[in-house]
Structures are given as structure tokens and as C-alpha cells.
């Protein structure tokens, strides 16, 4: 397995919840890691993404200020820290990792691999 999400669960709006995604060696080393998500009845969207070396993040507009990306090499895990939940941020949340050398990138496709979902509820 490549990578692996988790830490999903059902929150009160205003609540918090981090979600975890494990990687294999090789591609924490290399790879930028991000966070996308998948509403019911939605397309999947882009939530946050980090550079392989933790250097660069990138952010959604609806969740800046919120949410905080960050990796911790001792695990080869990347965590996404999501504050002051919104009943709107209920979806299953998707870690994906990608090769991509540009900017970090927000767009599906660009993503080599992905995790299996963990699914964030938010009650209002």
C-alpha cells in the first residue's frame, strides 16, 4: 500500500478532527502529498497539498485559515489538521501523492497515487 488515510469520524460544527495519511519511503522522499475531498453528489476537489520537503503548501480558498497541512518524516505521514469544522466540509477525504515538478498542483489528474477515503461528518 502506498498510501494510506485515516483518522476520519463524526465532529460537531466548530469541532476539529486531523487526519493522517502514511506513505510508503519512496514516495514520502520524492513526492508532493495532497489532500482532496468528495462530497455526495459532487465532483472531487482539491482541499491542500505540500511539496516533498514540506517546503511549499498550497491551500483551497474554503478552507485557508482553517485547515494546516504538515508532514512528519519520522513517520513518512502527512496530517491535515482541520479546524472549526463547517457542516459543508462533510466528505470522504482522499490523500493522494504526485511526481508533478512544477507548482504544487490542485488538479486530479496530476496525482500518480491515491489512498483509499476516510470519511469527515460534520453535524450542524
Known amino acids: 500500500v502506498q498510501l494510506q488515510a485515516s483518522g476520519g469520524g463524526l465532529v460537531q460544527a466548530g469541532g476539529s478532527l486531523r487526519l493522517s495519511c502514511a506513505a510508503s519511503a519512496r514516495i514520502f522522499s520524492s513526492y508532493a502529498i495532497g489532500w482532496f475531498r468528495q462530497a455526495p453528489g459532487k465532483e472531487r476537489e482539491f482541499v491542500a497539498a505540500?511539496?516533498?520537503?514540506?517546503?511549499?503548501?498550497s491551500y483551497a480558498d474554503s478552507v485557508k485559515g482553517r485547515f494546516t497541512i504538515s508532514r512528519d518524516s519520522a513517520k513518512a505521514t502527512v496530517f491535515l489538521q482541520m479546524n472549526n469544522l463547517k457542516p459543508e466540509d462533510t466528505a470522504v477525504y482522499y490523500c493522494?501523492?504526485?511526481?508533478?515538478?512544477?507548482?504544487?498542483?490542485?488538479?486530479?489528474?496530476?496525482?500518480?497515487?491515491w489512498g483509499q477515503g476516510t470519511l469527515v461528518t460534520v453535524s450542524s
Open positions: 493522494a501523492a504526485s511526481k508533478y515538478s512544477g507548482e504544487l498542483t490542485s488538479q486530479p489528474y496530476e496525482y500518480d497515487y
Open positions: 505540500i511539496s516533498w520537503n514540506g517546503g511549499r503548501t
